[in-house]
């Protein structure tokens, strides 16, 4: 079951000017729906505009869900975890204190760290309670990343430990709101059996600790929502009208995308320009790691208020990525192989984290890394200190270049690829199903 605080975040300023008073709405949706609240910002503790220093514990936390007390956990004392702000080429530094019970560490999701500083307990001792650890790195590109712990994470991360780091790039247009939607999966069970997913259509979603909860739009307001998959097992296939994704898990896309849906497997980010002309409602229609879509009606998760129906807002001028897909260059240079489930040991390559073959990869080289799925459940592989370009699913080129750091295999696929191995250390290679991972389904693959 995951578990969120409904606390500790800041409601959205909703107010607009020139909104017209005579004019009726054109959909108000549920008036008793709460309002969408941001993740409250972690302080910056130095003054120096090229530094972002923050103090960062973890704590136990006590708090309701669905009027429930939880014995949770949570970063400073508020779930999501505080949103911390950089900007490329800013160094990020983080004092990190253990109040919990147990050992646990943080880990930079989706961010090129160095391997010292990328809180795994192949290179790091846990951090002990009463202890701390200070990280310290640089960012060097835009995008939504996001922290949690590497250690227990299953139920760590379940207990509510898990905030976002934004990476912004001064380069881009500014728009009216730029939002932060953490979305986490209530119904979970981690002490289930972890070869069973869960029933999509049991589960409650929450939004940054909200169940349903409405944003409420001026006139002609442009919004970019930043969403984050953080639920243990369960995915989410997005879709509202007039969507326009703008990036993914490591940026903006190469070109605008305007896809019926969009699936977040868990641990994966993407970005959207929201450019309304009437009211809507974001859904999810029914995913699961068993067998991927099934039937069964959509989930509203977030209802999109505006006053009156009006014309679509100018798009903002998105310097997107651009660039071709890469071809296939035929050769392999490590394989990743998913199997067990049933009742088994989740393994890659038949081997049990921690007692696991370390693969590598020459430095500065691009090599390609393919991960075959031989088990019955889908897995998003993750692939840390590095990003990845996507060569093929199933032996089928993308439409367009996509550059990620998670991606979903689906039961007997395959997927291809393009890594550039120029981030040298020993880097963990797992599914971001969490029970699965702390399961054994994690491997090394080392850069040297």
């Known amino acids: 079951m995951i578990l969120l605080a409904l606390a500790c975040v800041e409601p959205v300023d909703t107010a607009g000017p020139g909104e017209a008073d005579t004019a009726p709405p054109a959909d108000t949706g549920d008036s008793a729906a709460p309002l969408l609240p941001q993740p409250a910002p972690a302080e910056d ?58 050992p646990t560490t943080v880990h930079w999701h989706g961010l090129a760290v160095p391997a010292a500083m990328d809180g795994v307990t192949w290179l790091q001792d846990p951090i002990q309670p009463g202890l701390g650890f200070r990280f310290e790195f640089t960012v060097t590109e835009a995008g939504t990343f996001w922290y949690h712990p590497h250690l227990d994470s299953d139920h760590q991360v379940d207990l509510g430990l898990y905030g976002v780091l934004l990476v912004e790039d001064p380069a881009e247009p500014a728009v009216e709101q730029d939002l932060v939607v953490v979305w986490d999966a209530w119904g979970e069970d981690p002490e289930a059996d972890t070869h069973t997913a869960p029933d999509p259509s049991s589960v409650v979603w929450t939004a940054n600790g909200v169940v349903e909860p409405r944003l409420e739009l001026a006139a002609g307001e442009r919004v970019r929502l930043r969403m984050l998959n953080v639920a243990n097992l369960s995915y989410l296939d997005l879709a509202w009208p007039g969507l326009r994704q703008i990036a993914g898990d490591q940026g903006r896309l190469a070109a605008l995308a305007a896809p019926e849906s969009v699936l977040l497997a868990p641990g994966d980010r993407a970005e959207f320009e929201l450019l309304p002309t009437a009211s809507l409602t974001v859904e999810t229609a029914l995913h699961t790691a068993s067998g991927g879509a099934v039937p069964g009606a959509a989930l509203p998760l977030l209802q999109v208020v505006l006053p009156a129906e009006q014309p679509a807002p100018e798009a903002a001028d998105w310097p997107f990525a651009g660039g071709a897909v890469a071809p296939d260059p035929g050769t392999t240079d490590a394989i990743y192989v998913f199997s067990g489930g049933g009742g088994d040991a989740w393994l890659i390559n038949g081997e049990v984290y921690p007692d696991v073959t370390v693969q590598t990869l020459a430095l500065g080289r691009s090599s390609v890394v393919e991960v075959r799925n031989l088990s019955s459940t889908e897995h998003p592989f993750h692939l840390h200190g590095h990003a990845f370009e996507v060569l093929s699913q199933n032996g089928e080129a993308p439409a367009a270049r996509e550059v990620e750091d998670t991606v979903n295999v689906g039961i007997r696929e395959s997927v291809r690829l393009l890594v550039h191995a120029d981030n040298p250390g020993d880097w963990m290679a797992h599914c971001h199903l969490l029970p699965h991972a702390e399961g054994g389904m994690m491997a090394v693959l080392r850069v040297e």
């Open 45 to 102: 503790l130095d003054p120096d505009e090229s530094v972002v220093h923050v103090a960062l514990e973890a704590s136990p936390l006590s708090f309701e869900v669905n009027g429930r007390t939880v014995e949770g956990f949570a970063y400073n004392g508020q779930v999501p975890g505080p949103l911390i702000r950089a900007q490329v080429g800013d160094t990020v530094v983080v004092d990190f204190t253990n109040h919990l019970d147990a």
